[in-house]
Structures are given as structure tokens and as C-alpha cells.
């Protein structure tokens, strides 16, 4: 299975966005690098570690309770900072206010692959739930990855 | 006309790893089907219905093309495209 190395330092970040940005939607870049045990194997599952956490603004004008955006500016801005410092966009953050830390419909329509979708539930301001998904090669759907602590003595 | 296109990386797994593509083409349209020609894999993710999805921004040179002639803006040789999404989402209504 997959999985989304998260040191507590950063969830901790993330969660705090997610309660501060109540009962509106937060978002924001997880970034870091790809652990690979088999550099040449294909098909092997993925661990991406993450190693910063950087908030966004919602730049949606209306319905911000039940969406997101963030735009292309930013986008560009945010993978030049990772590759600055030779890391990568591993996948990014949003918030679902008093609803399940599950994909919608309209967060499959607007993903790729390849990446880590983090959600977190907040439900009467305080977080419910935090779950990790990338979407599946045929758009079909999601699937779930592990998101595990990683301690400062296993970061690579 | 002779262009870059530049692959974005949860994409390149679909492009054999490549992360910059030469491309023949008279226009932004034109080189994004040139793309997917090459890549049919890809088609899924950049297409919805024919249309190119919503949240896919094409930058001509740093330039968005929805601020010039969209998919008819006219390249050149030398011309790098990129390709950019927004990123969206949110909980069920």
C-alpha cells in the first residue's frame, strides 16, 4: 500500500489551518521527496516523505464552506520552491468542514495521479479525522494510502 | 512550428519519464493534440468530453493563453508550453 510519511510536526500544521480557516475550506502544498527502496522497480508502492508543509490562500470568492482553489500562479510559485530546494510537490491539503475526510466527486474530477490528496474532517471546529488518497490511473476513483508518522531518526 | 512542451511531473509517468517534449505545431491547440497523439494515456487526464478540463491552465512562455487566443494562440519556434493545473476540490455539496 502507499504511504504519505508525515512527520507530526507538519500534520500538526495542517490541522491548525483546518480549525483556523473553519467552517470555510483551507488548502494548502505538501512537499517533500519520494522514497524509493527499488529506484528501477516498477509497480512498487510509493512513500512520499513530506518535508514541508506550505499553506495557501482559498482563492475561491464564493462557497468557500464546500470548495477550493488554488491557482496556477501559485501553483507555479510553489513547485519553483520546491525545486529550489531539490524536492518535489508530493500532493496537496484541503479541508472538508463537518464532513468525512473522503474524495468527492468533485475532488476526483480535478485530480492526477501521482500525487497525495490529505483531507482533513473538521467537524464544530475541531478536527474529526485525517486520511490520505491518490487517485487511481483510470479516474475511477481513489484509493487510500497510509499516512504514518515518520520520527526524526528515520528521515532521510 | 518547432516547441517544448514541458510535462508535468504526476504526468510524466505517461510520457516514458520525459519531462520536456519537442512537438511540431501551428498553435497551442494543435501541440496539445500532437501530445496526446504521442501519449494516448494522457488523453484521460488532460480531456473531459473533447474539451480540455477546466482546471488546466496552458502558460505560452510565462504567458497564460487564456489571456491570449486560447487554444488557437499561434506558436513559434522556440516556444516552450507549459502546463500548469489549478488545483481544486471541496466536500460534497
Given at each position: 500500500m502507499h504511504e504519505l510519511l508525515?512527520?507530526?510536526?507538519?500534520?500538526?500544521?495542517?490541522?491548525?489551518?483546518?480549525?483556523?480557516?473553519?467552517?470555510?475550506?483551507?488548502?494548502?502544498?505538501?512537499?517533500?521527496?519520494?522514497?524509493?527502496?527499488?529506484?528501477?522497480?516498477?509497480?512498487?508502492?510509493?512513500?512520499?516523505?513530506?518535508?514541508?508543509?506550505?499553506?495557501?490562500?482559498?482563492?475561491?470568492?464564493?462557497?468557500?464552506?464546500?470548495?477550493?482553489?488554488?491557482?496556477?500562479?501559485?501553483?507555479?510559485?510553489?513547485?519553483?520552491?520546491?525545486?529550489?530546494?531539490?524536492?518535489?510537490?508530493?500532493?496537496?491539503?484541503?479541508?472538508?468542514?463537518?464532513?468525512?475526510?473522503?474524495?468527492?466527486?468533485?475532488?476526483?474530477?480535478?485530480?492526477?495521479?501521482?500525487?497525495?490528496?490529505?483531507?482533513?474532517?473538521?467537524?464544530?471546529?475541531?478536527?474529526?479525522?485525517?486520511?490520505s488518497?491518490?487517485?487511481?490511473?483510470?479516474?475511477?476513483?481513489?484509493?487510500e494510502e497510509v499516512v504514518a508518522?515518520?520520527?526524526?531518526?528515520?528521515?532521510? | 512550428?518547432?516547441?517544448?512542451?514541458?510535462?508535468?511531473?504526476?504526468?510524466?509517468?505517461?510520457?516514458?519519464?520525459?519531462?520536456?517534449?519537442?512537438?511540431?505545431?501551428?498553435?497551442?491547440?494543435?501541440?496539445?493534440?500532437?501530445?496526446?497523439?504521442?501519449?494516448?494515456?494522457?488523453?484521460?487526464?488532460?480531456?473531459?468530453?473533447?474539451?480540455?478540463?477546466?482546471?488546466?491552465?496552458?502558460?505560452?512562455?510565462?504567458?497564460?493563453?487564456?489571456?491570449?487566443?486560447?487554444?488557437?494562440?499561434?506558436?513559434?519556434?522556440?516556444?516552450?508550453?507549459?502546463?500548469?493545473?489549478?488545483?481544486?476540490?471541496?466536500?460534497?455539496?
Open positions: 508525515l512527520p507530526s510536526e507538519h500534520l500538526q500544521v495542517i490541522h491548525r489551518h483546518a480549525v483556523e480557516t473553519y467552517p470555510e475550506e483551507c488548502c494548502g502544498f505538501l512537499i517533500g521527496r519520494l522514497v524509493l527502496d527499488r529506484p528501477d522497480a516498477a509497480d512498487q508502492p510509493v512513500r512520499a516523505q513530506v518535508e514541508q508543509v506550505l499553506s495557501a490562500r482559498n482563492d475561491r470568492q464564493d462557497s468557500r464552506h464546500n470548495r477550493f482553489v488554488i491557482g496556477p500562479e501559485t501553483v507555479l510559485a510553489a513547485h519553483k520552491q520546491a525545486r529550489a530546494q531539490q524536492l518535489d510537490v508530493l500532493g496537496y491539503y484541503h479541508s472538508h468542514p463537518d464532513a468525512p475526510a473522503r474524495p468527492s466527486e468533485f475532488d476526483r474530477e480535478h485530480a492526477w495521479p501521482d500525487l497525495s490528496y490529505l483531507i482533513v474532517s473538521v467537524r464544530a471546529g475541531q478536527v474529526a479525522e485525517t486520511r488518497w491518490r487517485l487511481r490511473d483510470d479516474r475511477e476513483r481513489f484509493e508518522d515518520l520520527p526524526e531518526e528515520n528521515r532521510i | 512550428m518547432s516547441i517544448t512542451l514541458q510535462v508535468p511531473s504526476p504526468l510524466r509517468r505517461f510520457t516514458d519519464g520525459q519531462s520536456d517534449l519537442e512537438l511540431q505545431a501551428a498553435n497551442v491547440g494543435q501541440a496539445l493534440h500532437g501530445l496526446v497523439e504521442r501519449y494516448p494515456d494522457l488523453e484521460r487526464h488532460l480531456y473531459k468530453d473533447g474539451q480540455l478540463r477546466s482546471f488546466i491552465n496552458v502558460f505560452l512562455n510565462d504567458e497564460d493563453v487564456r489571456f491570449l487566443q486560447r487554444q488557437e494562440t499561434p506558436v513559434a519556434d522556440g516556444d516552450v508550453l507549459t502546463i500548469i493545473p489549478s488545483i481544486a476540490g471541496g466536500k460534497e455539496a
